[in-house]
């Protein structure tokens, strides 16, 4: 069991063996575990790195252990630190990807052009569309304006009459808006590929792997768009689109809850975001969803987890394996 925590299986042994019999030798302890005293003496090194043993002030010369709710607590602690770092630095990366787009829209250059209104924007995205030869792949967060749909329907209908494969990405609370279920239905009955996920990337369109669409604001992708052809950005883009497609699911299908924690995909999101210490109204965005409904979710992750806090419900989350 704690090998999950970073021991190997012959310093796991070592421990327990310490912790059952706090007065074995050496010698002993490599008895009760059937392993040589060189290994035992390794093993010991791991554990004294991983400050789960300390010396004895009874015993001089020997080692004790420490206890399962101080070491290990301790090292527990380490990984979500670290796992916090890793969070960090994606979204580190995912900042440096808009900052290295909006750099790009300071100037028009033979690479990228910048697009200002929204008739710009549906103009250059017909283009796109009529140009394509092989696909259109496009991230759609947050609420979806009818208007805006029904100015990409003649694009859409055209490029999909051509044999061109489509596939989008909606987030999941798109599947509560009547008008944007109704507008994927139209693309899968026109051979389109649509799935969704709680969060999916910044809205995008990338045609043909070739030349993309993204705005100039992620807050509002009214202010304007970058055209982009870059192989840099396009391939970063494109990362990021497929990572998110790879763990959404097909629209119409039913996400199910982790038979484990009987969380949904969506409570799972919200939980890390959280925990990241951005606020309800930000989780909110990130998730095409309001504050209100934040709230809801996690007054229902509270209960479950016999929380009377959202702090006491962070700290009991991630002693699960939640997080």
């Known amino acids: 069991m704690l090998e999950v925590l970073g021991l190997t299986a012959g310093a796991a042994a070592v421990y327990q063996a310490m912790l059952d019999h706090p007065g074995y030798s050496l010698e002993e302890i490599a008895t009760h575990c059937a392993l040589p005293p060189v290994q035992v003496h390794d093993h010991l090194d791991e554990l004294s790195r991983l400050t789960l ?10 080692m004790r252990a420490v206890s399962p709710e101080i070491g290990l607590a301790d090292i527990l602690a380490g990984q979500e630190a670290e796992l916090a770092a890793r969070q960090a ?139 982009v052809t870059e192989p840099g950005i396009l391939a970063a883009l494109l990362d990021f689109f497929e990572q998110a ?36 109204d930000v989780a909110g965005q990130r998730l095409g969803i309001s504050s209100r409904t934040v709230g809801r979710h996690m007054a229902s992750i509270m209960e479950r987890l016999g929380a009377a806090s959202r702090f006491e419900a962070g700290i009991k989350a991630a002693h699960r394996g939640w997080l």
């Open 53 to 62: 043993i300390r010396a004895s002030a009874e015993r001089p010369g020997q």
């Open 89 to 227: 630095q994606l979204a580190a990366s995912r900042a440096a990807v808009t900052r290295m787009v909006a750099e790009r829209a300071e100037h028009r250059t033979a690479h990228g052009e910048r697009l200002l209104g929204m008739d710009a924007i549906h103009s250059r995205l017909e283009q796109m569309g009529r140009s394509a030869t092989t696909e259109v792949l496009s991230s759609q967060p947050g609420n979806q304006r009818p208007e805006d749909l029904t100015a990409s329907r003649p694009a859409d209908a055209e490029a999909l009459g051509r044999g061109i494969t489509m596939r989008t990405l909606y987030q999941d609370s798109a599947r509560n808006q009547p008008h944007v279920t109704t507008y994927a239905h139209w693309l899968l009955s026109q051979g389109s590929e649509i799935r969704t996920a709680p969060a999916i990337p910044q809205r995008m369109v990338i045609v043909d792997r070739t030349q993309g669409l993204v705005p100039i604001d992620p807050a509002d992708n009214r202010k304007g768009a970058l055209h």
């Open 245 to 280: 497609w790879n763990t959404a699911v097909l629209l119409g299908a039913t996400r199910p809850e982790d038979p484990r924690t009987n969380l949904t995909a969506t409570e799972r999101e919200l939980l890390r975001l959280l925990s990241s210490g951005i606020t309800d």
